[in-house]
């Protein structure tokens, strides 16, 4: 562990309707004036989250900028690394090993391969995306919209109120307060010899 506390975006299952805004949202941010109006999207839409709906609800699955990111560790080609306390991937130095994908404990991480080179294609054009041997690969995951001063795209276009960016030092800092306030609670009854 190297100390340095992620911040990272928290899905709440009980408030995500299902919606996709918080895909659509990503999208745009990250490939502005590829989505020109809405109701007529032609591009495909390859967000850097992935909405999983399942029996129990539905809800975006997100990278959490792990501290001691076992994606960036499990990288042959250093192509994953911690800029300001976030997790990103550079895609020139990506090789498509998908040594990430499988070490990721969330299941956020996507590489898109020869069967979505069109795909790709349409939004980067064929300059724009990592070819090796004449494969196209693209790897993609929740970069935290780097450089966006509002901050990550989907927690600002939830319109529930499903997303929230979560600073784990003061998350933590927080937790701690309560916990002692619950101690002193319980303290405070036992010593009236209430428990």
Wanted: net charge neutral; aromatic share 4%; with cysteine.
């Amino acid at each position: 562990m190297n100390g340095e506390q992620s911040n990272f975006v928290l899905a709440d299952l009980e408030k995500c309707i299902g919606c996709r805004a918080c895909e659509v949202a990503c999208f745009a941010a990250h490939q502005p004036g590829q989505l020109k109006t809405v109701g007529a999207v032609t591009t495909p839409v390859i967000p850097n989250l992935y909405l999983t709906m399942s029996e129990p609800g539905c809800m975006p699955v997100q990278c959490h900028h792990c501290e001691n990111a076992p994606c960036l560790r499990s990288c042959a080609t250093e192509a994953i690394e911690r800029k300001d306390g976030t997790v990103v991937i550079n895609r020139k130095k990506c090789i498509g090993c998908k040594n990430c994908v499988m070490a990721c404990p969330f299941g956020a991480i996507a590489i898109l391969g020869a069967t979505d080179m069109g795909k790709i294609a349409d939004i980067f054009g064929p300059a724009g995306v990592p070819q090796e041997q004449g494969v196209l690969r693209f790897v993609h995951k929740c970069d935290l919209c780097i450089g966006r001063e509002e901050g990550p795209a989907c927690v600002a276009t939830c319109p529930n109120q499903a997303l929230r960016l979560v600073d784990t030092a003061t998350e933590v800092h927080d937790k701690r307060i309560k916990a002692t306030m619950a101690l002193e609670v319980v303290s405070d009854t036992v010593k009236q010899g209430r428990l």
